[in-house]
């Protein structure tokens, strides 16, 4: 037995896809059960979801508060079997995704996390900027090229990782200061989890057989929506960063002092890309400045 869980805010127009593939899953040994937390949603997501009830083993939750995590963690309390399945309400499942992961969590008892690709779903052919020039792990969670086996637990993603239930029968739960949480937030939340769990010792395993693909909307191909992809992403990084300074560490504003030089830098960067009218260039360094932005943002938070 495996519980599935995914936090939804306003997800109605790709829950329909999702929970149409779930309909399509092949039962794992054991059997399963999917929770679904409607994270406060104002789109009818509660009507839509409800109305599969009848065909999968589906529990309706609602959490009020605003926050992937809160959700999560309110979804725990009804975990049933020994593997809790993670993944998200624009994330479409491969028929053996469940499969794959059971058989690899059999098959590697001394690891406790485990993750599996996130391939792209786009809504047309993406513009080749978007392709050449995009980090597309940080921006659209695609990992779609790691082999199986071991690998680092901050390269396990929310849309498709599993962690064994003892874990959370321990007491372990997600920061509910950190990721999704409406418009505006710090990514890196499933991210902050794993690292955690592998500080304390956890191991995470990769099984490339077990698929997601990852629904992405046309306005995400979008210059703007890109770079404010970067900005959260900054503010996730400056709150997973910051514990580990040194004592010693020069700050000014609260962050350390070279990356004040490495602002200066892209600005520079761009202006010159301007200048010659690199456009690569200029949206390189333009990223770079919305994700360290979005750090410097996050560390005058109080």
């Known amino acids: 037995m495996l519980t599935v869980i995914i936090a939804s805010y306003n997800g109605s127009k790709t829950l329909s896809p999702v929970l149409d593939a779930y309909t399509r899953l092949r039962a794992p ?3 399963w059960k999917l929770v679904l937390v409607d994270n406060a949603s104002t789109d009818g997501s509660a009507e839509l979801i409800k109305s599969y009830q009848d065909r999968l083993p589906l529990t309706y939750l609602y959490e009020a508060r605003q926050g992937k995590n809160p959700a999560l963690n309110q979804a725990l309390q009804h975990v049933e079997g020994d593997l809790v399945v993670f993944s998200d309400d624009d994330a479409i499942p491969e028929p053996e995704w469940l499969s794959q992961l059971v058989l690899q969590a059999r098959q590697q008892p001394q690891y406790a996390v485990f993750g599996g690709r996130i391939v792209p779903r786009w809504p047309f052919p993406p513009p080749q900027w978007v392709l050449d020039w995009v980090p597309l792990g940080v921006t659209y969670a695609v990992l779609d090229d790691s082999p199986t086996g071991p690998i ?6 929310g849309a498709n990782m599993a962690v064994r239930a003892e874990i959370f029968a321990n007491g372990v739960r997600f920061d509910e200061s950190i990721g999704p949480k409406g418009q505006h937030y710090p990514m890196g939340s499933e991210t902050s989890f794993n690292e955690t769990l592998g500080k304390l010792g956890h191991q995470a395993w990769h099984c490339a057989a077990a698929t997601v693909e990852h629904i992405i909307r046309p ?9 404010q992809r970067a900005y959260k992403f900054g503010r996730g990084q400056y709150l997973k960063e910051r514990g580990d300074w040194p004592e010693n560490m020069p700050l000014w504003r609260g962050i350390p002092r070279w990356k004040w030089r490495k602002l200066m830098a892209q600005h520079w960067r761009r202006l010159k890309g301007r200048l010659r009218g690199d456009r690569r260039e200029i949206f390189k360094a333009s990223w770079e400045i919305a994700y360290l932005q979005g750090y410097l943002f996050q560390a005058n938070q109080k």
């Open 152 to 157: 680092a637990p901050g390269m396990v993603w």
């Open 29 to 31: 040994e054991g059997g």
């Open 219 to 227: 306005q995400q191909l979008e210059q703007q929506w890109v770079l």
